[in-house]
């Protein structure tokens, strides 16, 4: 079981409301809607996305992290690692 | 006609696979697969967002904004703040 | 004379203090504050960064690319590009 | 002392050559450099200080927060949540 296990549905959730906002942004295209409103609703869709991944990541330091430190050992150094990577790859993006 | 009515295929093509983006995740949360994994992903379809939004947007200023300065006028004013307030919002976000 | 010219003592004044801001973080590091508010005011830091960016683009659209559009000819299309580039390099970083 | 106290010293020189490249966008204004060349500088100069957040950050997991799960109890939870909150504003700036 990963960290987020007691929130999937609320994940769930989140990510059937931003595949609706990523179908309207094609009906928007579609209908010939207005770039500067396009734009507008591609920014909520990245921050719902990003609202998304900030909360995987402090379920996953709140659990997968923090067994590995209370296990000791090599693997929580790993585990650091790997999501430091993570969070890199999310400031960038 | 808006400045990407050239692209419209280009542009819903790319957000059809973005949908599928979306559509992954939900199966991979569903599946109980490794947050670090699904993080990844999400950076994956973030970063295809936004390449949509730039994309749109050199596409409204080269014809939206261009057209609105050829034209002169308070309309290009008004347009070119509203493109810098695009680029603000997809920079914040 | 570039599109910011107007605005000059406005913008090294924001780079002054951002330059200060700097030196203020060193001091932190020097002075061993903790991590978390360093981090605070390398956040704050950044974002004063962008504003600089966002308030140089805008005036940069409203000039140099203004003037361009106005002369016509390949120059334009030529800005434009520049100015999407810039703007990538600044949503991705 | 701090998760960063062994890397102090690369941290300072990293924020001097910061603060030099701020002083060298001071300049570039000064001098009347052309628009997209300065914003070409400010990312870079975002970027780095972008890399010093992740690095300090990646301290701070390894240490701080190690050390508050490895004592156990509600310190734990607070550092993560601050280290959360912390990664939360670094996406967001």
């Known amino acids: ?4 296990a ?3 549905e609320a994940h769930l959730r989140r990510l059937r409301r931003i595949e609706g906002q990523i179908r309207g942004l094609q009906r928007m295209i ?3 809607k207005y770039c500067i409103d ?3 609703q591609i920014s909520a869709a990245t921050r719902a996305l990003q609202a998304v991944s900030l909360s995987l990541l402090d379920e996953h330091l709140r659990h997968c ?3 590995a430190i209370a296990e000791g050992g090599a693997g ?3 585990k650091i690692k ?3 990577d993570a969070i890199a790859r999310l400031v960038r993006s």
């Open 38 to 40: 396009i734009l507008t």
């Open 82 to 84: 790997e999501a430091g």
């Open 65 to 67: 992290v923090t067994d």
């Open 30 to 32: 579609d209908e010939d």
């Open 76 to 78: 929580a150094d790993e």
């Open 6 to 8: 007691d929130n999937k």
């Open 1 to 4: 079981m990963h960290g987020y």
